[in-house]
């Protein structure tokens, strides 16, 4: 049996009984793995977070899915099941927690808005941009979520309530860094969208005590 060496990191807030038992694997970092991290943590829902040593990914790959994390593995009714994708882990997550719509129009918006939210991270997140270039990638992303945003007219890109993608928006602004204020200045629904998730019992709680990483 192969053994790696992984730093589990438990989420312990507002924890509610369930059939089902979740272990996320993903790498040390936030990258493709933290807005699934804070799509358990605003459902207040435990969960195994499995943070492997890079050292130790080329044995493991093998036995993903797709040969790439994250992965999330799903024991229920003696049974265990591992997903692989980040958008299909969060939609996943979504439908059990109800971060998903209410109706085949809501969820397919928001399957829209998450994936144009993936294209802006393999865009942008460890690209070797100008800043003129990465500028304009950022302007024209939060310009059209501010407009989804005003137009919806309830503080969320689709319907009433929070949804995934809203969850993957504001974690996605921690990529910014320290010019995340300068350019949430210029969208103030997108920044008051982001203060509303990260104000939230569970992603508060995750935000002060997650393991600290340069990314």
Same mark, same amino acid.
């Given at each position: 049996?192969?053994?790696?060496?992984? $730093?589990?990191?438990? *989420? %312990?807030?507002? @924890?509610? #009984?369930?059939?089902? /038992?979740?272990?996320?694997?993903?790498?040390?970092?936030?990258?493709?793995?933290?807005?699934?991290?804070?799509?358990?943590?605003?459902?207040?829902?435990?969960?195994?977070?499995?943070?492997?040593?890079?050292?130790?990914?080329?044995?493991?790959?093998?036995?993903?899915?797709?040969?790439?994390?994250?992965?999330?593995?799903?024991?229920?009714?003696?049974?265990?099941?591992?997903?692989?994708?980040?958008?299909?882990?969060?939609?996943?997550?979504?439908?059990?927690?109800?971060?998903?719509?209410?109706?085949? $129009?809501?969820?397919? *918006? %928001?399957?829209? @808005?998450? #994936?144009?939210?993936? /294209?802006?991270?393999?865009?942008?997140?460890?690209?070797?941009?100008?800043?003129?270039?990465?500028?304009?990638?950022?302007?024209?992303?939060?310009?059209?979520?501010?407009?989804?945003?005003?137009?919806?007219?309830?503080?969320?890109?689709?319907?009433?309530?929070?949804?995934?993608?809203?969850?993957?928006?504001?974690?996605?602004?921690?990529?910014?860094?320290?010019?995340?204020?300068?350019?949430?200045?210029?969208?103030?629904?997108?920044?008051?969208?982001?203060?509303?998730?990260?104000?939230?019992?569970?992603?508060?709680?995750?935000?002060?005590?997650?393991?600290?990483?340069?990314?």
């Amino acid at each position: 049996m192969l053994k790696f060496t992984a $730093i589990a990191f438990i *989420l %312990i807030v507002g @924890y509610s #009984c369930s059939e089902a /038992d979740y272990k996320l694997t993903y790498f040390d970092i936030r990258g493709r793995g933290e807005f699934i991290r804070f799509i358990f943590a605003a459902a207040n829902h435990k969960f195994e977070d499995n943070r492997i040593n890079p050292a130790d990914w080329p044995n493991l790959k093998a036995s993903t899915p797709f040969q790439q994390l994250p992965t999330l593995e799903i024991h229920e009714d003696s049974e265990t099941v591992i997903l692989a994708q980040s958008k299909a882990i969060a939609r996943f997550l979504a439908d059990r927690f109800g971060f998903n719509g209410e109706n085949e $129009i809501e969820r397919a *918006l %928001i399957d829209m @808005y998450g #994936c144009q939210l993936g /294209d802006l991270f393999d865009s942008t997140v460890g690209k070797n941009l100008t800043n003129q270039q990465f500028d304009t990638i950022l302007n024209q992303n939060f310009k059209f979520f501010e407009d989804r945003l005003n137009k919806n007219g309830s503080g969320f890109l689709v319907g009433g309530k929070i949804s995934w993608a809203d969850i993957f928006l504001s974690q996605m602004t921690e990529f910014l860094d320290k010019y995340k204020n300068m350019y949430l200045d210029k969208y103030p629904q997108v920044k008051a969208l982001d203060e509303y998730v990260r104000d939230l019992p569970g992603v508060k709680e995750w935000i002060q005590n997650r393991p600290t990483t340069p990314f």
